[in-house]
């Protein structure tokens, strides 16, 4: 199973809402990633855990609040957004630091 | 600041054509290098990598070519396919292994 999964697909929310983005690996990679992606930009790195643990924290806004329950999991917990933060929000994993990265397919966020 | 950037934002080939999207990356220190094929409505999947220690990588229908002289990377595709036409992004890990930067991308179009 090479497949990360990512629900839900698409999300609208209001800038008072809280809503969580979810994550999921099977292929037993201990590293997993947040990017966020506008419109014809390249993904940029958010956050990233190793073994559980946050090891990067690109300076994100605390109103994106990232969370590791285990291992296959991810999440990323949205509060107060504002509307410059519509954007396809992907999720990958990599077997380790260091080593290609298979991302989902990506959360289409719309705030409004 | 780091950055990796591309020299052409569109490529345009005939079917059958071979195809080369060039990179240039700033980071001296970078030792892994990643090319990306992002479809529409999809995440980037993972095309072909290269470490620092190497000058050339061959996959199938793929090649990467790393200078270290000039900071340079390429990705040549033989026989380009419609299948092919995508936009392709070239990424760069930091020593540590984890964060990566996305260059700008180039949009391939591939005519039949």
């Known amino acids: 199973d090479t497949e990360v999964t990512q629900t839900p697909k698409h999300l609208v929310m209001g800038m008072t809402n809280k809503k969580s983005l979810k994550c999921e690996q099977h292929m037993g990679h201990r590293a997993m990633y947040w990017y966020k992606q506008k419109a014809k930009k390249p993904p940029e790195l958010m956050f990233v855990?190793?073994?559980?643990?946050?090891?990067i924290n690109e300076s994100v806004p605390s109103r994106f609040s990232p969370e590791c329950p285990n291992s296959s999991l991810l999440n990323l917990h949205l509060h107060a957004l504002q509307p410059e933060d519509s954007a396809l929000y992907l999720c990958a994993s990599s077997q380790d630091r260091g080593y290609e990265q298979y991302f989902g397919p990506g959360t289409r966020l719309t705030v409004t | 600041g780091e950055s990796v950037g591309l020299h052409l934002p569109t490529l345009s080939v005939q079917e059958g054509d071979n195809s080369i999207i060039n990179c240039a990356y700033s980071?001296?220190?970078?030792?892994?290098f990643i090319w990306y094929k992002q479809e529409s409505g999809k995440g980037p999947q993972f095309i072909i990598d290269?470490?620092?220690?190497?000058d050339k990588r061959q996959g199938q229908r793929v090649t990467v070519l790393l200078n270290k002289t000039v900071k340079h990377l390429s990705l040549q595709i033989a026989a380009t396919q419609p299948g092919d036409s995508a936009v392709y992004f070239c990424?760069?890990?930091?020593?540590?292994?984890?964060?990566?930067?996305f260059g700008a991308g180039t949009r391939l179009f591939v005519k039949a």
């Open positions: 990424a760069e890990t930091d020593t540590g292994g984890f964060k990566t930067i």
């Open positions: 290269i470490r620092s220690n190497m």
């Open positions: 980071n001296s220190a970078s030792d892994y």
């Open positions: 855990y190793s073994y559980e643990k946050l090891s």
